[in-house]
């Protein structure tokens, strides 16, 4: 599909004018099966090992056994030791066209505060960069099913990408205190073969008047056809860093507006 007036073009449709490889050098990524530490400037290759079999996110969501993490918190913990702020983004290659993409940052706001933030799906399109469209449709088993909708502009061009996620909620509980998840599970797109992940929110228990949450995200993409995953990939890595900060800002600014409330309450003159 494609707009003339605005130069609006599918991203199946744009393969014709876009470079396959990033433009500078410094951010090339180097091709491999290993995981590798990508950081916003430069890039630092943790070391060969033989290819691994291919390795999926994929979980059934309606299993008992679903805790908030499945997804993320035990393959970060994996990777860096510990859940921490980073300015790296993490990706692993367990197979040719498939891409594991991992990222998580601190937010200065309770957990219940960021929790209600993110799970405002259909508002999400009103802050986070590079996402066109967020909202709801409809879901034949009662559940809550998204059209989300991203754009990007490469040499003058507009391009979008689309999927249709289903959005499963998992909430902290007696075996899990302070731990919350939404895993996100593709059910169409035109661009993608497979997108599936999951946000992930911890509360970080420190001795300190201010309160943290620790937010991280990551997905598992395969594109469709004949778009090529390293288009994708480095798209979501030029990306994924700016869309969670713009969670955290305003998350975080919703938290001073709530503590400013509660420590300074309006009293009306009588």
């Known amino acids: 599909m494609e707009r003339r007036g605005n130069r609006y073009t599918h991203l199946s449709n744009f393969l014709s004018f876009i470079p396959l490889t990033p433009p500078s050098p410094s951010r090339a990524l180097i091709r491999s099966p290993a995981l590798h530490h990508v950081s916003r400037t430069g890039l630092s290759r943790l070391g060969r090992r033989p290819r691994p079999p291919p390795r999926h996110l994929t979980v ?3 299993l008992l056994t679903v ?4 997804r993320f918190y035990d393959a970060v913990q994996r990777k860096l030791g510990a859940l921490r ?15 594991h993409i991992y990222y998580g940052i601190t937010v200065r706001a309770t957990l219940p505060l960021v929790w209600q933030v993110l799970t405002d799906y259909e508002h999400l399109s009103e802050f986070i960069p590079n996402l066109a469209l967020s909202r709801r449709c409809y879901h034949p088993q009662g559940g809550t099913r ?3 909708e991203g754009f990007q502009s ?10 249709t996620l289903d959005m499963t909620e998992l909430a902290d509980d007696a075996q899990h205190p302070g731990r919350r998840s939404v895993l996100f599970d593709m059910v169409k797109s035109s661009d993608f073969a497979r997108f599936q992940g999951e946000w992930y929110l911890q509360a970080i228990q420190e001795e300190a008047e201010v309160a943290r949450t620790y937010l991280g995200y990551c997905v598992e993409v395969v594109p469709r056809g004949l778009i090529p995953v390293q288009l994708v990939e480095w798209r979501i890595r030029e990306d994924l860093p700016s869309n969670l900060a ?9 938290e001073a507006r709530h503590t400013t409330a509660h420590f300074h309450p309006h009293h009306p003159e009588a």
């Open 146 to 148: 998204l059209e989300q």
């Open 67 to 70: 805790a908030p993490g499945i």
């Open 154 to 163: 490469v040499l003058g061009f507009r391009f979008r990408a689309s999927v």
């Open 85 to 99: 702020e980073t300015d790296q983004v993490l990706i692993e290659a367990p197979a040719r066209n498939c891409r």
């Open 246 to 254: 713009a969670i955290k800002r305003y998350a975080e600014r919703a």
């Open 60 to 62: 059934q969501s309606t």
